[in-house]
């Protein structure tokens, strides 16, 4: 019994804690109009977050009565959440408060040195650099985007194709140990459209995708308002989906999927064996000269035909890819990732183009588009969110 009253104290506390985070500021008669929650529950729970510190009272308004109502904000500043995020070149660590605004945000280079130890000896200082002078117990815990497979559970990074020899490196228990706070781990395509869904191009639409592109595939999808995680975290696999049977070999041991023909490598691969069949381009390339892809966007700004030519190929099997998911989850939305934006508007317009034509019309009718405003910062960002998020749904208990 003492139970069934606890629980139901907390599940009001957590309603009333989670209207305020969304809809602040917000007064007491307005917050019972949203819960459904009696006035007098109301005004004792925002006693008890007021005691704790999280709410404030700031500001007034005028009630339909002629009564000034004094409105309730979250308390920014009594915790902080870190999230990061990683891959083979660098690290992007930063700091948020209650109500997500960045506080401080840090990148650190990865360099040469790719063995295990290393990078996480680089993770670890990277997180611990950004929250020195924050005493721990303002510390509500570190996100971590991953660039690969993880169990979130047991807080193990299982693999990565971008890191060589990365597996089953226990993430969770060394960052614990080192920084004393809790870590959460989560795939880096779900921690972008955990932030796109939060704060950025798809705040308040409950069904979106977005499309990660870089040295890999992938895509984070909300659904319903909720992020799909899928059986063991693998949902959001878009750059394993079969899109050609022209027997290109993908990393993952398989053929023909949408990573291995569009992914950056592969791109500069293509480009790399034209040039050296004699195409003419822009980009002067020697065999072992790295080519970005910031280079091939803008060669085919520049008019590159070479350069044109391979991303339009690029962008025909991406457009496939994506209307197959846009078939499958009926976005609201698609969030491209800012790095598809570099070259201007022609490899973005061609894959709406061919999302457009392939995917079912009454999935398209009311699609709407969007390039990711966050860009580097969504990954770090989004980790972090889902430790607020965890805080918010449990009534703001530590
Ligand atoms: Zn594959």
Redesign the pocket.
């Known amino acids: 019994m003492v139970k069934t009253i606890r629980k139901k104290t907390e599940e009001k506390e957590s309603l009333v804690l989670s209207t305020i985070r969304e809809n602040q500021p917000i007064s007491r008669t307005k917050l019972k109009g949203l819960t459904g929650i009696r006035l007098a529950t109301i005004t004792d729970v925002v006693k008890r977050l007021k005691q704790d510190g999280l709410i404030i009272e700031q500001g007034r308004e005028e009630s339909l009565r002629g009564r000034k109502q004094s409105l309730l904000r979250i308390n920014g500043e009594r915790y902080f959440a870190l999230g990061l995020e990683f891959d083979a070149e660098k690290i992007i660590v930063l700091l948020i408060d209650l109500n997500s605004q960045i506080k401080k945000i840090g990148k650190t280079e990865i360099g040469e040195d790719k063995r295990e130890e290393s990078i996480t000896e680089r993770i670890a200082s990277a997180a611990s650099s950004l929250c020195e002078g924050i005493p721990r117990e303002k510390l509500l815990g570190l996100g971590i985007a991953d660039p690969g497979v993880v169990d979130s559970e047991k807080g193990i990074s299982l693999f990565s194709s971008l890191i060589p020899n990365w597996e089953n490196v226990p993430l969770g228990r060394i960052l614990n140990e080192r920084l004393k706070i809790p870590v959460k781990l989560i795939g880096a395509p779900k921690a972008k459209v955990m932030a796109e869904f939060r704060l950025g191009a798809g705040k308040g639409i409950n069904d979106l995708l977005f499309i990660e592109f870089g040295p890999g595939i992938a895509c984070g999808i909300i659904s319903e308002g909720r992020l799909l995680r899928g059986h063991n975290e693998m949902a959001g696999e878009l ?2 989906t079969h899109v050609s049977d022209n027997g290109t070999i ?3 041991g ?1 053929y023909g ?1 949408l ?2 023909i569009t992914a950056v490598p592969a791109i500069v691969k293509k480009i790399k064996e034209s040039i050296k069949a004699g195409s003419e381009s822009l980009i002067k390339n020697s065999e072992d000269e790295q080519i970005t892809a910031v280079e091939i966007f803008q060669a085919a700004k520049h008019g590159d035909k070479l350069c044109l030519n391979i991303l339009s190929k690029a962008a025909h099997y991406l457009g496939l890819g994506i209307a197959n998911a846009v078939n499958l989850f009926n976005p609201e939305m698609v969030i491209f990732d800012q790095r598809m934006g570099i070259g201007g508007d022609f490899f973005l317009e061609e894959i709406k183009q061919v999302i457009k034509r392939q995917a079912l019309r009454f999935a398209t009718g009311s699609l709407k588009f969007a390039v990711s405003p966050l860009g580097e910062k969504g990954g770090p960002l989004g980790a972090a969110t889902l430790i607020l998020d965890e805080f918010f749904q449990s009534g703001g208990r530590m």
């Open positions: 750059g394993h993908c990393a993952c398989s999927c990573e291995a």
